[in-house]
């Protein structure tokens, strides 16, 4: 009898082993989540769920857990095509046992991820399933109404977002969920602006944008701003397209929302007058550019940025050190294009600081680098800026030169200038002995 007592010990030693190492599993990754480490609690969860899977298949219970915790910790890291993964195995599980977990809630998870994913199709399914049920509350039908809003509008189905924002607001203003109802205004103003009616765009806009700043809502202040900016585009407003989109920027830039930094930066290229007051911008840009939490490419922006709003302005002392931050930088990341628009500046700023030997050396190496850049429109500009100091330096020949260079590099109606400047030069080198 003692033998098969001893024999039954053995075999349910692996089964308690398993038990424990799956609670300890459990357990740790639960303390992990619980202090929001969510990128050390998702790998436990799923090393959780396959212990359970393998050895007790049976215990649906067990794997539904881990599943929606792998989920949720994902969704908490942003990995939404793997929280979207991991929602959809806690559904099969949870529609194979009756109360497991509300149905709906599952299928909001996963079509939230599916869009935040960049899948609006597959979220658009998900939230038209989840919609099917008919013991929601408002709450849950203001929210899945918007969350299809959203993703009919990152299809670009402007009326269909509408549509589903109507729905919507029937549930969330009653509520009060101010969240919903300023998105649900970015969504109306997309939609007036596809379809030519700026000027309810721009209310729509201006409504998401007063009521997001007031209630501190970066997410949608940032899109509202650019919505502004667009219409304004639109309306060949430049200059206020130009400051909207400029706060639109700083905005997102303050607070992390850097996805899409780089295309209203191009926006604020694209309207930047040939003059102005620019040292307010220009000092933000330059401040911001030393966040330490912003990534390298995102920091040059700023520094090019900044560098710009100097030499607009005519701020030249404040030039050199942003163009210098901005070069030292873009030549870490390879980036010669801009690496030779900051040489340049510093070139022009040392111009401006009569440092005239420094400012003849770094012009050459500008001139150098933008004539293998997309920037050969700085090339005359660079020319002129050696021209000058090599003139100031009494170096006539060469400045005589490269003010030559520099009227082959430009437009016709910029000729009368530099002629000036190239006789101004030749009187020097007539007196000189020189002769043509």
Known sequence: MKKYIFILIILFIPFYSFSADLESTVRDAFELYSVNNFAEAAPMFEEAYYMAKKNTPKDISSRFRTSLYAGLSYRGINEYQ???AWFAVSLALAEKVNDLYDIPTLLSYIAESERMAGNAKKAEVYYEKALLYSDLTDKDKAVLYYGMAESRRINENYSGSKESCDEALKYAQNLKLYKILSSCDIIYGEYYRAHKDYAKAMYYFTRAHDTSRAKKYTDILVPALNGMGLTSEALHRSDAAREYFEQAFFVAVENGAVDNTDIIY?????????????????????????????????????????????????????????AESGYNLAVTLADNSLAAEFLYDMALSLLKSEEYEECAARSEEAVSRLKSTDKKYLLKDAYLVQSECLYNLGNYQQAYEAA?????????????????????????????????
Do not use: C, W
């Open 266 to 322: 191009k926006k604020i290229i694209n309207y930047m007058p040939e003059t102005g007051s620019f040292k307010y911008q220009g000092d933000k840009a330059l401040e911001l550019a030393s966040l330490e939490f912003l990534d390298d490419e995102t920091s040059l922006l700023l520094y090019s940025l900044s560098a710009l709003y100097y030499r607009t302005g005519g701020v030249y002392k404040e030039l050199y050190p942003a």
């Open 82 to 84: 793997q929280a979207a």
């Open 404 to 436: 030559e260079n520099a009227l082959s590099s430009a437009k016709s109606s910029e000729h009368e200038k530099i002629n000036s400047l190239i006789n101004k030069i030749r009187e020097k080198l007539n007196k000189d002995g020189f002769v043509e």
